[in-house]
């Protein structure tokens, strides 16, 4: 793995091809909302902030322990707060900005989120290529793998592009949903939900330990065993609150003929 690239650092190069195709899928997708083009810089904008906000923050909030025991070490506060980020953080924090952005615009925020998701996603898969090349988020030891730029002679799970394998197909599972079930499918439920699934078994095979642990699973692990448990609950429970609703409904209309 290079670090950089033309001195170029490697998960910057990656991370801005990622944004940059997100705008221009946003971009194209945006036509089904008829989204003004300024309007659509303020939503890009939002989307950037609140992901670069939200990843920031809770990997600092995966850190409290670390700089509680150290807190005189001044070069690990700074290396703290300089460096790393958590992919969760940065996708609820996006998510955060679309609902602004939706509220302040009176738009539909499911509908928004459907014209985000797939841009979001391929972002998504270029950044961990990213963190590939820049070394950080890497596997476990193994017999076979490749080896980091400072431990070349260390083999590890390339398991950042076997997360960004896993990305490119809960992606062709979105668009596939959408053209199967069009209206009747949260693009953005699906895509969280497919992506937590795969996150849970992918951290079991991760070897840096910076991320966070509690107990014996990851920060992102619980994070993901959440989502994976709600996102079915919540629907389940939607749909039920749905149904009682429509039957009360008819029979409140029948009694109103009667």
């Known amino acids: 793995m290079k670090p950089n690239v033309m001195v170029i650092p490697a998960y910057a190069l990656f991370a801005n091809i990622g944004l940059f195709c997100m705008m221009i899928t946003i971009y194209f997708r945006s036509r089904k909302m008829v989204i003004p083009f300024e309007r659509l810089l303020i939503l890009y904008l939002l989307l950037v902030a609140g992901a670069g906000i939200g990843s920031k923050f809770l990997f600092i909030l995966t850190q409290v322990p670390k700089v509680i025991c150290n807190f005189s070490n001044k070069h690990l506060l700074y290396v703290i707060i300089t460096s790393g980020f958590v992919f969760y953080g940065g996708l609820f924090g996006a998510i955060i900005g679309a609902y602004v952005f939706s509220r302040y615009y009176l738009l539909d925020f499911k509908k928004l989120t459907d014209v985000i998701t797939p841009g979001f996603a391929i ?51 979105v668009i596939w949903a959408e053209k199967k079930y069009e209206k009747n499918v949260h693009l953005l439920e699906v895509y969280i939900f497919l992506y937590a699934a795969c996150r849970f078994v992918l951290e079991f095979f991760r070897g840096d330990a910076i991320r966070g642990k509690w107990l014996f699973l990851s920060t992102s692990q619980w994070i993901s065993m959440f989502i994976v448990i709600v996102i079915p609950v919540l629907k389940i429970g939607s749909s039920g609150f749905k149904r009682i609703y429509q039957n009360n409904h008819v029979q409140f209309l029948k009694h109103e003929e009667k």
């Open 123 to 173: 972002f998504h898969i270029w950044g961990r290529i990213g963190c590939f090349f820049a070394g950080c988020c890497y596997g476990k030891e193994a017999d076979w793998g490749v080896a980091l730029y400072n431990e070349p002679e260390v083999l590890r799970i390339p398991i950042q592009l076997i997360e960004s394998f896993c990305i490119f197909t809960v992606l062709l599972i």
